[in-house]
């Protein structure tokens, strides 16, 4: 390797000297302009790493086959080529007295927010052009690059685009205990090697950037949902609806011709759940990756800064105590201070210290029988799905439906969580009400198991509850709890 130690220490030299002259240097002035070598050469340095840092993402994140294979590859070709220019500039930061690091993380993660906010604009009405951006400077400009297809603005779309396409609904399973997404033949798409891969290409700064986009997405989806639910929610839906709640209550009876209500029900409404099917499973997918680079960040953060993460972690358990405090005696206890809120949140979602299905992402009008509305659409999208033993989750019975059984009850609990709470305790009783027909049912039919029906809602209402940590004890309120151990996942 004697040829490139000294190839290496030739331009190490050179740059020495460089650097030396320019320092040497005194501040002077060109008319009323005053010029310090030293911040002329260290943004100079800051230009040249910001062309090369975008011009390698621009390049490498291209994906064009969708194979997971190329997905991978240039993920880790892109982190050993930014690798190599970070490991270079912190061995050059002692020649040119400069924090190398320091500089590198500015401008790495002035990039990253740069190309989020420019691919955000499609979900904004007031769109922030380049030169309103906050990230986007006259001394060292970010460079723009033009887009590689018709959805995307730049790398960042097209890396998060990529992501939700290798988690498609119609290709992959979710499978909960194994935290990943499988194909047809059970090996791994998208997991925990995946989110790795992601880190090591575009680090922290980049997951963070993926789930901020992630977030427009859904926020996206969410009102496109509330947008066709108002638009179908027409006076004579409306009236069924509510005809149905009522005819239903109170719910800890069995309704005469239950059965014979939801077929009418669901048929009347099939327009809205059939629309409603893509969206929330959408929502559910991002959802689920929103937490997969939240436990990331969460690893690297108790992997790299334990100091941090326990610092973080005692904040926030006395802020929740101090709000807690405040509502249980406004008089006594004052709500937190608000500049202190904001501020902990970012330190906290940076580090993964969040759960993103407690998460409010829109504020929206009631929406008339929205919980009665889920549950039908619950009831539909059952009849889709079967219990996999082997996998421990519902599957779809046809893969062409675009239904996962993980993906879709993380989407209903995301959308029964943007409104109140008794919504999600309303879709909770019908749900409930629903096994407890079924099994009377089965029980004038004289049959001694329990029917399938009733098996599917409550293989449901154990994933509902197992994502949205439930109580078990609100639900042994609802269903009989001789129901819940009795069935089994066979």
Request: contains cysteine.
């Amino acid at each position: 390797q004697l040829p490139e130690r000294y190839t290496l220490a030739r331009a190490t030299h050179q740059v020495s000297v460089f650097t030396r002259g320019i320092l040497n240097m005194k501040t002077t002035l060109v008319g009323i302009v005053q010029l310090d070598p030293r911040q002329l050469l260290e943004d100079g340095i800051r230009k040249e790493l910001v062309r090369r840092i975008a011009s390698a993402l621009h390049k490498q994140l291209v994906f064009e086959t969708g194979k997971l294979s190329e997905f991978e590859s240039k993920l880790k070709d892109l982190g050993d080529q930014l690798t190599g220019f970070k490991r270079s500039f912190e061995y050059i930061q002692d020649y040119i007295q400069m924090y190398g690091l320091k500089i590198w993380q500015e401008e790495f993660s002035r990039i990253i927010a740069y190309s989020v906010e420019q691919e955000c604009n499609s979900f904004l009405k007031r769109k922030v052009f380049d030169w309103q951006s906050i990230y986007q400077s006259d001394a060292i400009p970010i460079p723009q690059f033009q887009p590689l297809d018709k959805r995307s603005v730049n790398f960042m779309g097209r890396l998060v685009r990529e992501l939700l396409a290798q988690t498609d609904p119609r290709k992959t399973v979710y499978i909960e205990c194994n935290q990943g997404w499988y194909n047809q033949q059970l090996r791994e798409v998208v997991g925990i090697r995946t989110f790795d891969f992601l880190y090591r290409g575009v680090g922290v700064f980049g997951l963070c950037g993926v789930d901020r986009l992630i977030c427009f997405m859904i926020v996206r989806d969410l009102n496109l949902l509330t947008r066709t639910y108002r638009k179908q929610m027409d006076f004579a839906n409306s009236k069924y609806v509510s005809g149905l709640m009522e005819d239903l209550k109170p719910f800890s009876h069995i309704p005469r011709s239950a059965q014979k209500l939801y077929a009418q029900t669901r048929e009347k409404l099939s327009r809205l759940l059939r629309l409603m099917t893509g969206v929330v499973v959408s929502v559910g997918t991002a959802q689920l990756l929103r937490r997969q680079v939240a436990n990331q960040l969460n690893f690297l953060c108790k992997l790299d800064s334990k100091l941090l993460s326990c610092s973080l972690s005692a904040v926030n358990d006395s802020l929740i105590k101090d709000v807690r405090a405040h509502y249980q005696r406004p008089d006594s206890k004052e709500y937190p201070a608000n500049p202190l809120l904001p501020e902990v949140a970012k330190h906290l979602d940076t580090a993964g210290f969040n759960n993103p299905l407690t998460k409010i992402y829109i504020t929206s009008e009631p929406l008339h029988g929205l919980s009665c509305v889920m549950f039908l659409f619950v009831l539909e999208q059952l009849q889709k799905l079967k219990w996999n033993k082997k996998i421990s989750t519902l599957t779809a019975k046809n893969q062409r439906d675009g239904v996962d059984g993980g993906p879709l009850v993380v989407g209903v609990i995301t959308i029964l969580k943007q409104f109140h709470s008794s919504h999600t305790t309303q879709f909770l009783r019908h749900l409930a009400q629903y096994v407890n027909v079924s099994v009377s049912s089965a029980k004038a039919s004289r049959s001694g198991n329990l029917p399938t029906d009733a098996i599917s809602a409550l293989l449901f209402l154990e994933q509902f509850c197992s994502f949205s940590k439930i109580d078990r004890k609100i639900v042994d309120s609802l269903v009989p709890a001789y129901l819940l151990d009795r069935f089994t996942h066979d």
